[in-house]
């Protein structure tokens, strides 16, 4: 165990798992609320929620456990790999993946895939998320980037955090939007009542939440739909799919926010409703796209940009709905 003990300074003091994340080299705050909700963080000997308010004077300490023994296995599954140097791997995952083992899904994922891909890969993320700087859900598509060495993935995961790198993707919504520009600054936690999805959370007292912020712009209006960008400031589980649901237009074919089963409008004629129906169900998930990613290279220091089309099925439905709506 490493063990990191602190004596709170500060006046103008933050939340537990935000001091730990800025104290602790290397950590990032989702790294530090996993070790909070482990039993690994303590103030004044006691151990207290990630939103516990640090006072000055507080004793914190937190402690690391040693890395665990590499126990995922290695399968030969096709990847999409867009770049590879010794340090990184930019990968173009495709839809119903899962990036990292879980209860139920073990197996398949992209970790899985990219250990028969790469010996070299950082241990930050632990033994299930080996190399994984940032996620996309399993029926997300598109761009993320996977780290080769620790330092690659410090580097990588700081830019994330200090927002200097840009993820943006292309969503189709339900509704014509009123906005052609906008920013959905609205906290997401864990919903209140249903532990599998998430929520944007109005009670903070109440309830935990991290402060999420997306940037969403049209891109063109059809009719009953939108095409939207999103640009992420943080990286919540769900945001962009929450905060379209929040706002009233829930990701096309989203299960869990209200975007799957709805009507198709009345607007389109019956042989309309039943193409843009099959269209909608032939994506069997989000229509949401990870489409660029830029970020400075965790070594050189050079600028990378990618860019990747939409998934067939996706790009089916937008020519269909370009040529009817």
Excluded at 87 to 112: E, F
Excluded at 140 to 165: F, M, N
Excluded at 177 to 197: L, S
Aim: aromatic share 6%; proline share 6%; hydrophobic share 35%.
């Amino acid at each position: 165990m490493e063990r990191h003990d602190f004596t709170v300074e500060e006046t103008n003091t933050p939340r537990l798992d935000v001091y730990l994340a800025g104290h602790v080299a290397g950590a990032s705050r989702s790294y530090i609320q996993k070790l909070i909700a482990d039993g690994h963080a303590f103030v004044n000997g006691s151990t207290q929620r990630p939103n516990y308010k640090v006072q000055r004077g507080d004793n914190v300490s937190v402690t690391i456990p040693p890395a665990e023994p590499m126990e995922v296995a290695a399968e030969d599954i096709p990847l999409d790999v867009v770049y590879e140097d010794d340090q990184i791997m930019v990968i173009n995952k495709p839809r119903g993946m899962t990036v990292h083992p879980a209860p139920g899904s073990k197996h398949g994922t992209l970790v899985n895939a990219i250990l028969a891909h790469s010996d070299d890969l950082s241990g930050i993320g632990g033994v299930e998320r080996p190399g994984i700087v940032h996620r996309l859900d399993k029926d997300t598509t598109g761009l993320l980037v996977v780290a080769k060495t620790d330092q690659a993935h410090q580097a990588l995961q700081g830019q994330i955090q200090k927002r200097s790198a840009e993820r943006r993707y292309i969503a189709l919504v339900w509704g014509e939007t009123k906005f052609n520009d906008a920013v959905v600054d609205a906290p997401i936690g864990r919903h209140p009542t249903d532990r599998q999805k998430m929520a944007v959370i109005k009670d903070t007292n109440r309830y935990t939440a991290r402060e999420a912020v997306t940037h969403l712009k049209v891109l063109q209006r059809f009719k009953s739909f939108t095409l939207l960008e999103a640009k992420l400031d943080t990286g919540r589980t769900h945001q962009i799919r929450v905060h379209c649901s929040f706002i009233g237009h829930p990701v096309v074919g989203d299960p869990a926010y209200g975007g799957a089963k709805r009507a198709i409008p009345s607007s389109y004629g019956k042989l309309e409703q039943r193409d843009l129906t099959a269209l909608i169900e032939a994506i069997h998930g989000q229509a949401l796209h990870a489409f660029s990613l830029s970020f400075n290279h965790p070594i050189t220091g050079e600028r990378l940009s990618f860019d990747t089309p939409l998934p067939d099925d996706m790009q089916k439905l937008v020519d269909w709905l370009k040529c009817t709506g």
